[in-house]
């Protein structure tokens, strides 16, 4: 693909830790969005194909996606050393401060109204989870074989309670042999 | 002199690292599983308020996994299972990114993508389900949950607002 793009063939080590440390900062209720903003509208290091790609890879990977995202964008442009202070970037911030709220936390675990104030934003974030699984599902609600098998992984995983490693070893096989028995 | 706790942090999330198809967010059940039900590190209500604590701050929801280390082995801990759940899966993003560009449009790439949609979707409604049966003990609790599935799917609000709705309503004693 050499597609004209104003994008630039190098982005130095600092920008990248930089970068992506603001992207940590400002990620509230997830990351992704302000990742995108930085790395496609602000600073313009991937076009949106670019970025759209290197997603749909971080989300196919196992691991958290956004810090998947880091490492390949880091290493496209600083190899080993972006790969690894692009992710250190990212996390830093959010690392400091959730062991800040903890630590804090911690000390007014006592209190009624804190205790309270925790409930009720685990139940909201449940409802997000929730939510984050409903979209996802639109996608692939009209293919019998994937419903099938999303059936199965969550009463195996949500219900059964069964380990995940037995799951995903009987399951993904299957998944990709319906895959690749019916690929257009 | 590494401590059994960091040693037995560092091989539940390397182990989880390979496994977390779909993000942190698809393993909560294997990790409440490991956590509260075999390494009996902690209560149903302390993981609650941890993933309550991950949501609060700003960053991935990876970051509940550092809250677990820090419960079992302080700073140290919290390191070690984040680099724990991070490190193998980063390694294999390393190795697999140059090789996945080439083969852009492979059928085989392509059907690998489409084998892994239902895991993920399977995986996340599992995690959504953990969630709501361990933190939701009361029925305004459920309804909050409800409430925020619902304005999620039919609003363009920020999720931070959603929470601290819920966070202002659990303040004043309704959950």
Redesign the interface.
């Known amino acids: ?1 050499s597609e004209p793009s104003s994008t630039p063939q190098r982005v130095t080590n600092a920008a990248l830790f930089v970068g992506f440390l603001k992207v ?8 992704l969005p302000f990742a995108r903003r930085m790395l496609v509208e602000q600073r313009r290091w991937l076009t949106e194909q670019e970025f759209t ?1 290197v997603l ?13 995202a880091s ?2 964008i880091g ?2 442009f600083q190899g ?1 050393l972006g ?1 690894i202070l692009a ?1 250190l970037g ?2 830093l ?3 400091v ?3 800040l ?2 630590t804090a ?1 911690a000390a007014f ?1 006592e209190v ?26 639109q ?2 609600s009209r293919t019998t ?10 009463v195996a ?3 059964a ?1 069964l ?3 037995w799951v ?1 070893v009987a ?2 096989p299957v ?2 042999g ?3 028995w019916r ?1 257009e | 002199m590494i401590s059994p706790a960091l040693l037995d942090l560092a091989l539940q999330f390397l182990v989880l690292s390979l496994l977390s198809i779909g993000g942190a967010n698809a393993v909560i059940p294997e990790m409440h599983l490991r956590a509260v039900g075999i390494e009996h590190w902690m209560t149903d209500a302390e993981f609650s308020q941890m993933f309550a604590l991950s949501q609060a701050a700003p960053g991935p929801n990876v970051l509940i996994v550092s809250l677990i280390g820090w419960k079992v082995a302080g700073i140290a801990g919290a390191l070690v299972a984040m680099g724990a759940m991070c490190g193998p899966s980063s390694l294999l993003a390393y190795w697999v990114a140059h090789a996945w560009d080439r083969f852009r449009d492979a059928p085989l790439r392509i059907a690998i993508q489409r084998a892994l949609v239902p895991v993920t979707v399977g995986l996340i409604l599992a995690s959504g389900y953990v969630l709501t049966r361990t933190n939701d003990h009361t029925w305004p609790a459920y309804a909050i949950t409800g409430a925020t599935l619902v304005a999620v799917l039919t609003t363009r609000l920020h999720p931070l607002w959603l929470l601290a709705a819920g966070a202002v309503l659990g303040a004043l004693g309704v959950v």
Not at chain 1, 56 to 67: A, H, R, W, Y
Not at chain 1, 145 to 154: A, E, K, L, N, R
């Open positions: 693909m940590g900062l400002s990620g509230f209720g997830g990351v790609e749909s890879l971080s989300q196919f990977l196992p691991g958290p996606n956004i810090v998947n490492v390949i290493r496209r080993p790969a992710p990212l996390m911030m959010p690392l401060i959730v062991l709220l903890a936390f675990a009624e109204a804190v205790r309270g104030a925790c409930r009720g934003i685990s139940a909201a974030a449940s409802g997000l989870v929730l939510a984050m699984a409903v979209r996802m599902a996608p692939i074989w994937q419903v099938t098998i999303g059936s199965i992984v969550f995983v949500g219900l309670r380990p995940l490693v995903l399951l993904v998944s990709l319906f895959a690749w690929r």
